[in-house]
């Protein structure tokens, strides 16, 4: 006999995507029958984060005086500076100014034009022979917080000398989804900024330990999944050998429940339950079945790459969203592919900013 399998009952494993702290007990029940609470899936053990967590709710323009001398004398008729392009209210863009040229025995005035004081910088490390040594290293910098988004107009100073002047424009940071859902699509985040900044690389790294045989290809998978991600967001993925330089290792685990759990700098597969198998490899729909005693299961679903997707969002920032069409739903998904709070959130976190400057 043949029967059609309840999808829910096996999404409701699939989805569970909490991520608290490292040894917490992940919830086995389904997370589209509870309101998925704030920050639930960040992992706040991940010690990668690539925006420092002090300086998240405020905004940060950094001034970077580069060094580089190219003999031994003081050249400060050589002084470039190089113009910062936008910036962000929410340090995702750094004011970064780079004057090359310099000496220790040059001093810079730098007025951000917010009405703050005036800030001198004393470029002491830099010797001219140490610049010339290693111009990478012979830096000074200089943080400025700014406090509302507008122009400034940016002036520095070499004793009396005009180094430079520019108008600097601060953008306000981007609207995103109020908790627990935007109104309008249905999506939410998990932290108050993106963890990563927008058309950065992100490496990761794949973890094989405790993969049984029927999962040999889930690493194929996140390949796929990242390539999906990597249009949608303007990340680069690179994948890496080493753990330590990994920004998002994938995992396996006994999760006793759910299906993956994604988090900041992680997620993690259950390495028993059926749906990571290679049964339901890629991200088209598949159709598997099963028997169990005399009856034989029956199940179409969108394919095990699209769990990987869902958990790397969440490792990307990127909450549950109301909306059945979203794969980012605490729920069966119902097509392999992106809703509309997805696209949305992938644009407002990242696809829509402009590259930092750095
Ligand atoms: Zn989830």
Not at 37 to 59: E, G, L, W
Not at 87 to 113: C, E, M, P, Y
Not at 200 to 207: E, K, R
Not at 227 to 256: H, K, M
Request: hydrophobic share 35%.
């Amino acid at each position: 006999m043949s029967k059609k399998y309840p999808a829910a009952a096996l999404w409701s494993r699939f989805v569970t995507s909490r991520m608290t702290t490292v040894g917490a007990t992940p919830s086995s029940r389904a997370d589209r029958d509870e309101q998925p609470p704030r920050r639930s899936c960040q992992d706040k053990a991940a010690s990668r984060n690539r925006i420092p967590r002090k300086v998240a709710a405020s905004m940060l323009a950094v001034a970077t005086l580069a060094a580089v001398a190219t003999g031994t004398a003081p050249a400060a008729s050589a002084i470039e500076v190089q113009e910062p392009g936008v910036v962000r209210v929410d340090q995702q863009q750094n004011l970064v100014v780079r004057i090359a040229g310099v000496s220790s025995q040059d001093k810079f005035t730098l007025d951000f034009g917010d009405g703050s004081d005036w800030v001198r910088v004393f470029n002491t490390k830099c010797s001219p022979a140490k610049a010339t040594r290693s111009p990478n290293s012979c830096t000074v910098a200089h943080a400025h917080d700014y406090a509302k988004p507008g122009e400034y107009q940016v002036v520095i100073r070499s004793g009396k000398k005009m180094v430079n002047e520019f108008t600097q424009v601060v953008a306000p940071a981007p609207q995103f989804g109020k908790e627990p859902h935007d109104q309008e699509h249905s999506w939410s985040t998990m932290t108050e900024a993106a963890p990563y900044f927008p058309c950065s690389t992100v490496t990761w790294f794949f973890n094989e330990a405790g993969q049984s045989a029927d999962r040999a290809g889930t690493k194929d998978d996140v390949f796929a999944a990242l390539e999906l991600l990597s249009e949608y967001t303007g990340l680069t993925f690179v994948n890496t050998d080493d753990p330590q330089d990994a920004d998002i290792t994938y995992s396996w685990e006994q999760l006793g429940g759910p299906a993956g759990l994604g988090g900041r700098g992680r997620v993690i597969l259950d390495s028993t339950i059926r749906w990571t198998t290679d049964q339901l490899a890629g991200l088209d729909v598949q159709e598997i079945s099963w028997r169990e005693g005399s009856t034989t299961w029956r199940l179409s679903t969108p394919g095990r790459g699209w769990l990987i997707v869902h958990e790397t969002m969440h490792a990307l920032g990127i909450g549950h969203s109301a909306d059945p069409r979203d794969i980012m739903y605490a729920g069966p998904p119902q097509h392999a592919e992106f809703g509309p709070g997805d696209i949305a959130a992938m644009n407002t976190l990242y696809k829509s900013l402009p590259c930092p400057v750095i």
